[in-house]
């Protein structure tokens, strides 16, 4: 994942200004843009059932920031030394943002941490913070598409994230592993990642993709509706009496997704 942001990050004219074991720290090159992010990678495989550590490693990043231990250098002071310019220290805080990476070997567990991820992400002091959770199945998965699509990382996710199949999948919770969720992820964790939407084409417009979407009995009865024929009955191999209000009510669900 690592290789992946720091790919990400430099498309985004990212720089990477300093770095410590497990945490990075990048600033964008455009002097007009004053945007900072923390990165801070961790590895969640070997304590992911023991709510306590997995708390601790998440808060070990505020506590690195601001307070000393063991006589060590604050995170905050060893940035602020990476810069040249004294201006820049004094917008560290305020335009900081840090993303935690954490790396699981069973992402549905994240389910028994939702109230542990809202605090943490709900957090003002210091940074807005951002938590990226994924395991090695999602992560294989999109680095072979990175690899196949040999495109921008931001062209490769928003052709990953038009897979219709894999949104509905998702919607009805399906497959954790799946590469789909990670991308999801990304756009909604990483601020500087922006969907690139794909208007559709005038060869297959808005009003196709409903038709396609109904049953040929349905599309007949459109058709007609549309061409305002009236006597609609002499048309189809329906009669009145077969409609019932339970069949209209079934065909309406349908189209409303019920």
């Not at 690592?2 to 990212?14: A, G, P, S, T, V």
């Not at 024929?229 to 669900?253: A, G």
Request: hydrophobic share 35%.
């Amino acid at each position: 994942m690592q290789r992946i942001l720091e790919r990400l990050f430099k498309e985004h004219k990212f720089i990477k200004q300093w770095e410590d074991k497990n945490i990075e720290f990048y600033a964008n090159i455009d002097r007009n843009m004053v945007s900072y992010f923390i990165v801070n990678y961790i590895d969640c495989t070997q304590f992911e059932a023991n709510e306590d550590i997995v708390k601790d490693a998440l808060n070990d990043l505020e506590k690195r920031y601001v307070s000393f231990d063991n006589q060590e250098m604050t995170l905050k002071k060893s940035i602020a030394k990476s810069f040249s310019n004294v201006e820049d220290i004094a917008q560290i805080d305020k335009n900081t943002s840090a993303i935690y990476v954490m790396k699981f070997s069973n992402i549905s567990i994240l389910d028994k941490y939702r109230n542990l991820i809202y605090s943490i992400e709900e957090s003002s002091v210091y940074f807005k913070r951002y938590i990226l959770p994924y395991n090695e199945i999602q992560l294989a998965g999109l680095t072979q598409a990175i690899k196949d699509y040999g495109k921008t990382i931001e062209s490769v996710l928003t052709d990953l994230a038009d897979d219709e199949d894999n949104y509905y999948q998702l919607l009805k919770g399906g497959n954790h592993n799946n590469t789909y969720e990670l991308v999801i992820r990304l756009f909604s964790k990483i601020p500087f990642l922006q969907y690139q939407f794909r208007a559709t084409s005038d060869e297959y417009s808005l009003e196709d993709m409903v038709k396609d979407s109904l049953d040929e009995e349905i599309q007949k009865f459109d058709e007609l509706v549309s061409e305002e024929i009236e006597d609609i009955d002499n048309y189809l191999e329906i009669n009145q009496d077969s409609i019932s209000d339970d069949f209209i009510n079934s065909e309406l669900d349908k189209l409303l997704g019920v």
